[in-house]
RNA sequence: GCGAAAGUGGCGGAACUGGCAGACGCGCCGGACUUAGGAUCCGGUGGGGCAACCCGUGCGGGUUCGACUCCCGCCUUUCGCACCA
């Protein structure tokens, strides 16, 4: 009896597929691809067993589709510029780079001993100079091309911090590190245009069949696409304008006031024009304070002022008042709105509190809404009335007509609106790709030559959380020449939002040593699209979104002929203990390391992808990750036993009658082939995939209890011998594919069995078992018979019997007799199972 | 509030297109081996009943020969969206 020593195994193994460049992988047009990936990690210092997780899902794709004939891509890196590496520089002193660079070390040990088949030679990490040189190159692109724009924007302020906070840092209105109330600040800010590609990012959702429709539905709603009209609504007595988007344009006859975003325009032009500018600015000042959350989010009382001006409403040409009102938002349409009160909420609740006028222009069937005592607003479409010409018409009708016409007399248009902005990218940070770009005094905007990159991020700078770009205190990088004239010039000290680093990273994978340029053409051809890529669903939006907008300007550059980067898209759940997420706060993190150390790489690998399926939360077991460690043992045991009798036969089927066990034991074998391999890569049921290999290795226990030589329990017999060459053939089969099909789930012990059967060459001398479906076919099944819709009974009868004679055997069943005594039988029904359905009354 | 997904033994979960509910594992119970076992192996394990049998997939209806699966209504949980004009 060999000893089963998983570390042992786990460090041999490891070792030999790193001397053997097990893993790595050239471009090669004549062999078929697959791409596999996962979420690149940010390197906080220590892997998690949820981080685990979601790298063997990976894993096991890519060892199954290696085994299955594929040239396989199987990359990994780390997302290394980011805020908490300079957080901890601001309270620590060390360097982000020193301190990110040895959390690469230690989490990049940990990724190893577990055994996962990366490609590790193409290993990169955002914050070397050779991976953001192309960040900026990017930039640069998107600059040329007007897709990199700068412009004065409102940003997430901490005024404890001192410094800006991003979209998710913001917490319910609070700073997530010190808890003060976050302000809005306007600061010039680097924007790519996403909102370009709005059109398409969102149209494209639908071809992509394989992702869950849950993220195509989250990113549906974050593009956010109304149809609508803008329109122009004189200012009275002047030649100024308001300019209002609606997608109520069939409402607009109940129009009877207009409200401005307080960040709008002309309201300061009305406050300086108005006879007492200092109380108006004082009212806007007020709103503009507000909590920048809750205004987004509806958290706040409704609250406007009278501007005292007046516009025309264009389609009843009368007079309605111009208010400025504290929910309407400035970033959205054009920052101004029609308010029709009797038809929106909002509006009725703002004209019920400053009593304005309310006037009803739809029916929309039932109770004709009245203002006298309507107690909300009437938002459904329906019939319009008291709208001059267009009374009577359906909302639909009227939204077109009404299009139309303001189109021909030149007051609107009809106008599609996004939800989704564009991107702000700078970050007044240090820890991050510096912006490419130069201002001089005498040229303005100069981008930085492509020949003068990467623009590198000097090694010093300080790190006070002051809330000013750090850059900015080191002269010999922001004093510098412009490019254009010579002259003295600055350079941009903000840096790169880090969501523009994995916003292609899995480009550069294709070709991550590439000087010149991203990645050579012919390789991202070759490996892209990602054939499978999996990570966690808090990705849903913003990196997922981010790379098929990156992916789409690349193809416009010319690099890349594709729209999609990512073919299949897997969300995997969160592993939770004691029903929380783990965290080092709440002192609930599972370290995988002492998990190896205690059962190896993969017991702990088993359990993950045997506890439940991939997309699903898992609350962490000790108990399962032991259930798992014994299985393992059985299996070792198991084929231990056998070793010498698979050993000594060869692949070519023995003549001669077969037992009823043998044949049974190859129709398992050969629909556990069957329902692994599916299980794997069509279902990604990786749970299901285990529990079928469990039963194979039941069924094998209880085969080799009945052979002569006794299972793997009985020790005094390990020796015997087994005499029928069927039996010993059967073995061999079942053993071998139960090797293969559980290598890529342990696939340290699954080398470790195939040599011991001895084989030379790893597992990929033998390509993975295929299923036959002649053998897998039962001679008998067992037919339930259901009367009145229970089942009463079971028939055991040859396959392939014909309907007509299953009835009848079925019918003269004795326990069937039994329950139609005295009833007559109505109807029999032959389903697909094959199955019987009596009614009898 | 709107939208989506889910609700199955003591627990994690199976049941693929409407066809044998509870695969597989954990836990528990019993047995074998053993000085001993918390190792290993074998057996049992949804509830009720001596049994034939009855009940059972959140609750209430419906469609169907047949429903965990489809439809309608409700409850609960989770997630997403939430003043976007």
Known sequence: MTEYRPQHLDKKWQERWTTDREFEVETDPAKPKYYCLEMFAYPSGHAHVGHVRNYMIGDIMARTKRMRGYNVLHPFGWDAFGLPAENAAIQTGMHPEESTLSNIAHMKGQLQRLGISYAWEREIATCGPEYYKFNQWLFLKMYERGLAYRRRSTVNWCPKDNTVLANEQVIDGLCWRCGSSVEARDLEQWFFRITAYAEELLAALGTLQEWPDKVAVMQRNWIGRSEGARLTFPVSG???????????????????????????????????????????????????????????TGAIEKEGFDTGRTAINPFTTKAVPIWVANFVLAEYGTGAIMAVPAHDQRDYEFARKYSLPIRVVIHPGGTVPSVETMTEAASAYGTLVDSGEYSGLESATGITRMIRDAEARDIGKGEVQYRLKDWGVSRQRYWGTPIPMIYCQRDGIVPVPYDQLPVELPKVAQFTGRGDSPLGSVPEFVNCTCPSCGGPARRETDTMDTFVDSSWYFLRFCDPTNTELPFATRDAAYWMPVDFYSGGIEHAILHLLYSRFFTRVLRDVGLIAMDEPFKRLLTQGMVLKDGAVMSKSKGNVVDPDSMLSKYGADALRLYVMFVAPPEKEIEWSDSGLEGSFRFLLRVWRLV???????????????????????????????ETIKRVTADIEERMHLNTAVSSLMELVNELYAFSDATPRGGPSRVDTATGVVGRAQTGFVLREAIHALVMLISPFAPHMAEELWEMLGHAGGLRSEPWPSYDAVVAAPEEVVVPVQINGKVRARLTVPAGLSEKELEARALADSTVQGHLAGKTVRKVVMAKGPLVSVVAS
């Open 238 to 296: 002047t030649a100024d304008a308001v300019e209002i988007f609606t997608t109520r344009i069939d409402t607009i006859f109940g129009a009877t006031f207009v409200l401005l975003a307080p960040e709008h325009a002309l309201v300061e032009r009305f406050a300086a024009e108005s006879p007492d500018p200092a109380a108006l600015r004082a009212k806007v000042r007020q709103f503009r304070a507000l909590d920048r959350e809750a205004r987004l």
């Open 640 to 670: 231990d036993h056998w070793t010498d009798v698979v050993r000594a036969v060869d692949s070519t089927v023995p003549v001669g009658e077969w037992t009823d066990a043998e044949k049974a034991l190859r129709r398992r074998t050969h």
